[in-house]
């Protein structure tokens, strides 16, 4: 069954640095997204990807954040200068519809920030 | 905003009913999904249920909507420990782009 991959599973960085975190979505899926959950705290959407631009994002993805398509298969998250409070899971997500059941969830990327 | 709430905790006995219900906010969710976490995995979709119906059932699992209540619920019929696990649920509508938006999660816990 075809996943969505996201690495590294696990990553710790310095407050302040950047990190990318990376996904590779479903090969033929056309809607990507990006959502995080801190420890004990809802899953929460940040940002949606659609024909090569950021369709909806939320009030979490501000100017720290960015997203990319650098190539036909990979998707990355980028924090600028990370913070204490970026610590979270952040889970990638891609859909071949909008709507519907066709959301696909790779297993996360442990960011912890220190 | 749109907001789901769950329940965080569920102890059941392995061969036992699980219910798992959900409340949300938003009159217009269109779709109401159940997802599925296992340690160090990610979310996978259980079912899904569209607004205009009441209930789906898929082999062990029923899902029951009173859209009048905005409730949602998840019943697992003869848990197996296997179903340990945490459970979300999430709702989408037309004027968030359908895009789910997550509760809390409610972790189950089986014993034998």
């Known amino acids: 069954e075809p996943e969505v991959t996201q690495t590294p599973s696990h990553q710790v960085t310095q407050m302040g640095q950047e990190v990318i975190l990376r996904c590779v979505p479903i090969?033929?899926?056309?809607?990507f997204y990006w959502y995080r959950q801190i420890l004990g705290q809802k899953v929460e959407f940040l940002v949606s990807f659609y024909n090569n631009e950021i369709s909806e994002k939320s009030e979490i993805f501000d100017d720290q954040f960015s997203v990319e398509r650098p190539d036909g298969s990979n998707f990355t998250l980028k924090i600028r200068s990370t913070k204490l409070e970026d610590s979270a899971m952040y889970f990638c997500?891609?859909?071949?519809?909008?709507?519907?059941?066709?959301?696909?969830f790779g297993s996360g990327t442990r960011l912890t920030v220190v | 905003g749109e907001d789901v709430e769950q329940s965080l905790f569920l102890s059941v006995r392995e061969g036992d009913s699980s219910v798992i219900n959900c409340t949300y906010t938003d009159s217009s969710s269109t779709y109401l999904y159940w997802y599925k976490q296992e340690p160090g995995a990610g979310l996978q979709l259980l079912t899904y249920?569209?607004?205009?119906?009441d209930m789906k059932q898929d082999q062990r699992l029923t899902v029951l909507l009173n859209k009048k209540d905005k409730h949602l619920s998840l019943r697992i019929a003869d848990t197996q420990t296997g179903d340990s696990a945490i459970y979300f649920c999430a709702e989408g509508s037309a004027g968030g782009s359908y895009i789910p938006t997550f509760g809390r999660g409610t972790s189950l816990i089986v014993h034998p």
């Open positions: 997500a891609s859909s071949d519809e909008q709507a519907g059941g066709g959301y696909t």
């Open positions: 090969s033929n899926h056309l809607y």
């Open positions: 249920i569209f607004s205009n119906m």
